[in-house]
């Protein structure tokens, strides 16, 4: 087997692994299909291109998402995006949306919170990272990861009302 063919292999299985958790959390961070889908298959063409740079295979789940962030922080060094009036029925339509009256109070106290709160819990909960990939990516030790999921979700419990 050549080396291009391994090369490829090793891409297809990276992006066969990943490329489902890599849309739902690029659409975390737009909050739009399209946009997300933009920001997904951009990331993958840098992690083609890049691919060379990725030396452990264990690692390529937060490789793959660190490409993704900075590839979402540049869409706003390209331009400004452009405020979309929505009417309720057509939310509905963009997807599987849940409009329960509990997913947008959930949503809304996650809005709510400080960046530096909300982005470690949503790389745990929704990426399913551990502390110390968290604090890697993040560029923190793994104390101060713990101690910013445990204050969000000590935050959302009391936007929420709710006891431990």
Not at 35 to 60: G, H
Not at 84 to 100: M, Q, R, W
Request: one cysteine or more.
């Amino acid at each position: 087997m050549d080396k291009l063919t391994k090369r490829r292999r090793r891409f297809e299985t990276v992006v066969n692994t990943y490329a489902k958790d890599a849309f739902r959390y690029a659409f975390w961070l737009c909050k739009d299909r399209d946009t997300a889908e933009d920001i997904v298959q951009e990331s993958f063409t840098r992690a083609w291109k890049s691919l060379d740079q990725l030396t452990d295979d264990e690692a390529a789940k937060s490789w793959l998402f660190t490409i993704l962030r900075r590839e979402n922080a540049r869409r706003f060094e390209r331009y400004k995006p452009q405020m979309e009036a929505l009417e309720p029925n057509e939310i509905t339509s963009k997807g599987n949306y849940d409009t329960s009256i509990e997913a947008f109070v959930l949503r809304q106290a996650l809005a709510q919170l400080n960046k530096e709160y909300r982005e470690p819990l949503v790389l745990q909960v929704i990426g399913g990272y551990s502390m110390e990939e968290i604090a890697q990516q993040l560029g923190l030790s793994k104390g101060a990861v713990m101690t910013r999921v445990h204050r969000a979700r000590q935050k959302l419990r009391d936007a929420l009302g709710e006891e431990k």
